[in-house]
């Protein structure tokens, strides 16, 4: 799957969850630059994204994405 | 109803887009009563709190709630806190897990010591249920415990008193003999739930270890679907009726083309079992106190002749209502609604046929239509839909079904009598009205739940609250129960007045529509005036506040001789003068 289509879809993702359409994220996106993306947001998230992309991740790549780009990495070796 | 609220809903959809569905409910126009939930978890519970949230605004709650912090479920329970003493919830619901246990028998533990442990572990429930009691008297909502996710004594687990399994499944037993003596008491079956939903899945380790979740992330909308039937159920959100179409949905074939012998029913065919095994589960429905109709197109004696199939479980005197004819079937159930003297929306719809659920689904957005698929699915589609869940069994619901068949014979028995005032005679009533006893306070504050059409000011009352009430000096109270030649039927009425020197203010006035235009209104005002006559009161004062639902009293007591004195908006005020009030009821007698 190409960078592009993956972050395409991660807005949308993030555009619903955190039910703001202005939203675009990028590699350097990190909680920090997102109202609201507190730890309990990010648990809806992390499900969200696995459900978009239909994957699952395990608990190393959950406790080691820092930023969206981590993100990306994982989805690109899973998808 | 929100469309992504329905069952089988998509969960994920659910979690994602619960802000904006938020939002669309409250911005719904819809009409809510408030409740104050307190959510007392043994893990993390902020995703259950907002999707539990949508589905309870969705039946018409609103809920507030008050959140303890991680794992201080106890602590708060048993000692308080100031922010949740001032919250004063009507409903706790105690979110602990297995993962909340304190402790197991270790292998080498005797009988003795098992069940001490067992003890300990339970009492330590038992004496936060009983502070939590004492302190708010709320109504009480606590899981069970879901099963173990490893065996380390495998089979044996479950029959050993060293294994978990053995452990939970007796802590659990003790839970519900505690439940069934405590009447506001209710366990959250996650025993079964998990099981049903998949314990593997359900109790992903990493949810527990990442965030301090008891379940996965994706179990938690259908868990706080399950939870939310509970609630909805106490304050009288069940549906109460189902709707049946007949010919491939209660039997297999078109009855009127293929006759009575060439439907599937019964044990010869594979297909007639599964169709039997509906019936069956219908049947049970209506021990339980669901009304059974039938909405079919059909000639009436092809439907009856199918509802008599000598293998059929359900019998055509199961129903109330009937409707088998050739008109539409949205204007068939709105008929079976006004003879039952219920809302639409207290009825489910079964129908095989996608086109007929949709005239109805148009027609009446409110009321249920489960999507029904296979045949061997529809139980499991009715069941999960949990439109029915028992809170309550009263002698009254087993009884229901009694109560509304006695109703259709006295609409019946009205045609024969060309004058309405001796029809009412010939009924044969006898009301007791008196103020409030003991043993009706529950009932008394369930009907104050549950009443919408006859409710002159909708105020919901909870059982401790009541029993309040019931105490005070300040208030004259009345109940009543009226019964006639084919039955009775309970407490149906209640007035509360609050004395302000020489004038009543009617603060509540309700009636179960079960009872309408029998006059049981005049009985109690002559019944309430007398009272209040008594205790020096000149002047009687009555209050109309408009919901959604209680337009049919907009108009009552000018209807009962009352003055109108203040008109605001749709709201108004009345009053009445008792010095020279004559009573009005003519037709029941009264006991007190």
């Given amino acids: 799957m190409d960078t592009n289509e993956i972050f395409e879809r991660l807005n949308e993702v993030f555009r619903d969850v955190f039910d703001d359409d202005t939203i675009t994220v990028t590699e350097d996106t990190t909680a920090a630059d997102v109202d609201d993306w507190d730890s309990l947001m990010h648990i809806t998230l992390i499900s969200a994204v696995e459900d978009e992309f239909d994957i699952k991740f395990n608990m190393k790549d959950v406790v080691s994405m820092k930023r969206v780009g981590d993100m990306v990495d994982i989805i690109q070796q899973e998808a | ?592």
């Fill in chain 2, 1 to 592: 109803m929100h469309e992504l609220l329905k069952y089988p809903f998509d969960s994920q959809m659910l979690l994602k887009k619960r802000r904006k569905i938020k939002k669309e409910l409250q911005e719904s126009g819809a009409a809510f009563i408030h409740k104050k939930i307190a959510i007392l978890g043994g893990s993390t519970t902020h995703d259950i709190k907002e999707i539990l949230e949508l589905f309870l605004l969705d039946a018409g709650i609103a809920g507030e709630f008050y959140e303890s912090e991680f794992g201080q479920y106890w602590q708060d329970a048993m000692f308080g806190s100031p922010e949740l003493d001032e919250f004063a919830p009507d409903i706790v619901f105690i979110h602990t897990s297995i993962r909340n246990i304190t402790a197991f028998p270790p292998v080498q533990s005797t009988q003795e010591e098992s069940d001490a442990l067992l003890d300990a572990e339970y009492n330590r429930f038992q004496v936060m249920w009983d502070k939590l009691k004492e302190r708010w008297d709320p109504i009480i909502i606590q899981n069970n415990f879901e099963m173990p996710y490893y065996r380390i004594l495998g089979n044996r687990d479950a029959y050993d008193h060293r294994g978990k399994t053995n452990f939970v499944t007796r802590l659990n037993q003790k839970f519900y003999e505690y439940a069934a003596v405590n009447t506001t008491f209710y366990i959250n079956d996650i025993q079964y739930f998990s099981a049903d939903y998949g314990l593997s899945k359900y109790a992903d380790p990493l949810y527990w270890h990442m965030y301090k979740y008891s379940m996965c992330l994706d179990a938690i909308p259908e868990f706080a679907f399950n939870l939310a039937a509970i609630i909805k159920s106490i304050y009288g959100k069940n549906k109460k009726a189902l709707a049946l179409d007949l010919d491939n949905t209660l039997w297999g074939g078109v009855v009127g083309d293929d006759g009575v012998e060439g439907i599937e029913i019964g044990h010869e065919t594979s297909m007639g079992q599964v169709y039997s095994e509906f019936q069956n589960y219908v049947k049970e429905l209506s021990q339980i106190g669901i009304t059974l109709n039938v909405n079919s197109k059909n000639e009436m004696e092809n439907a009856l002749a199918g509802l008599n199939h000598p293998e059929g479980t359900l019998r055509s005197d199961d129903f109330i209502v009937i409707k088998a004819n050739w008109n539409t079937k949205d204007r068939n159930l709105s008929e079976i609604a006004s003879e039952l003297n219920i809302a639409a929306d207290s009825i489910v719809f079964v129908d095989d046929n996608p086109a007929e659920r949709e005239i109805v689904r148009q027609s009446f957005p409110d009321v249920s239509v489960p999507q029904m698929c296979a045949p061997e699915s529809y139980i499991r589609t009715i069941d999960r839909s949990r439109f029915f869940e028992v809170t309550q069994l009263s002698a009254d619901d087993i009884k229901r079904n009694e109560m509304y068949r006695a109703n259709v014979l006295r609409a019946s028995e009205m045609q024969s009598y060309a004058d309405y005032d001796q029809y009412l005679h010939s009924l044969e009533m006898h009301a007791l009205i008196r103020d409030f006893e003991p043993v009706y306070i529950s009932r008394i504050a369930q009907l104050t739940n549950k009443s919408n059409q006859f409710n002159l000011t909708t105020w919901r009352i909870s059982n401790a609250e009541m029993e309040e009430i019931a105490k005070a000096d300040k208030y004259i109270r009345l109940f009543g129960k009226l019964s006639d030649k084919y039955g009775d039927n309970g407490v149906v009425t209640v007035i509360i007045g609050e004395k302000d020197g020489d004038t009543l203010h009617i603060r509540l006035w309700l009636m179960s529509c079960r009872v309408l235009k029998r006059n049981m209104e005049h009985a109690m005002l002559d019944a309430l005036v007398a009272q209040a006559q008594s205790e020096g009161i000149t002047q009687i004062i009555g209050y109309y506040y408009k919901t959604a639902k209680n337009n049919m009293v907009r108009d009552f007591y000018g209807a009962m001789g009352f003055d109108k004195v203040l008109e605001d908006g749709d709201d108004s005020v009345w009053s009445l003068q008792i010095a020279n009030y004559e009573n009005q009821n003519t037709v029941i007698e009264v006991e007190d």
